[in-house]
């Protein structure tokens, strides 16, 4: 296990593929850790460095206090690139790490090659939604993100996905109930208090949206929104829940990729 030594704790991260090869940056989704990329990492790591770290409060990461932002999230991984002496990344980010991703094409882009957000939005959800969610964890602690895990199975994976391939799902819900539940609800407050539907179009690097038709988190319209925001973006939707890069696999896999060698 590898680890970037922050201010304030640490990161966990791991690299797989070539060391003279161009950089590939990914960003887990909320509630869960790097693992979550596993599927994509035999193909990805045959053309790309492919650095892949645990977001603050989650897995192998340091649990600061919160609340966080999406800024202080961005700012994590701009000294993860700083400390590897990584000039300029490729970025694929799902759903939180979409949030990250806005925020460092809006702020930082001169540090990307390109960006990819999946299942992401602009705006995700209400803030009625994440208080909720908060006050749940933090009242009830690991038993809460037990239940959150049971809950999840429908809200990431669609039902044939899910019955299909039930060690799959398992496998990524099981991420969330092992998450530190003050880890969780420091970016739940991270993730409600993003919104970026303002300034998407200061993103100039190229950019990849991805949607799930499937997706009743951030679904299809939320997709559109910023492909139509951001110029020249491009737009792919695949037959997903939440979570397309676990259903789809090796078609995201594949896509993504082709995206990235053009760029």
């Known amino acids: 296990m590898a680890h970037l030594q922050l201010a304030d ?9 070539p060391e003279n090869a161009p950089v590939l940056v990914l960003s887990n989704s909320l509630g869960t850790d790097l693992g979550m990329w596993d599927a994509q990492i035999p193909l990805w790591s045959q053309h790309l460095r492919v650095l892949r770290h645990d977001t603050r409060g989650h897995g192998g990461s340091l649990v600061s206090e919160g609340p966080y932002r999406i800024e202080q999230l961005g700012h994590d991984v701009l000294a993860l690139l700083d400390g590897l002496d990584i000039a300029k990344a490729h970025f694929v980010g799902l759903s939180m790490g979409g949030l990250i991703g806005q925020w460092l094409g809006i702020n930082a882009g001169a540090r990307l090659r390109s960006l990819t957000l999946c299942n992401t939005a602009a705006k995700i959800a209400s803030d009625e939604v994440w208080n909720t969610r ?4 933090l009242k009830g602690g690991q038993q809460a993100m037990v239940e959150l895990r049971d809950a999840s199975i429908a809200r990431w994976f669609t ?3 899910a019955q299909a391939q039930p060690a799959q799902a398992q496998r990524i819900c099981q991420m969330l109930a092992q998450t530190s539940p003050q880890g969780y609800a420091s970016n739940c407050a991270a993730v409600r208090d993003a919104d970026f539907r303002a300034q998407l179009g200061r993103i100039q690097v190229p950019t990849l949206i ?3 038709s499937e997706d009743a988190v951030t679904t299809v319209e939320h997709g559109r929104f910023m492909q139509a ?3 020249a973006a491009e737009y792919v939707e695949f037959p997903a829940a939440h979570l397309s890069n676990v259903e789809i696999g090796e078609a995201f896999s594949r896509r993504v990729l082709d995206f990235l060698l053009a760029h």
Do not use: K, R, S
């Open 9 to 17: 704790g640490v990161l966990h991260y791991q690299i797989d593929g």
């Open 134 to 137: 908060i006050d749940t964890v």
């Open 159 to 161: 039902p044939g996905f």
């Open 210 to 212: 991805v949607a799930g």
């Open 229 to 231: 925001a951001i110029a």
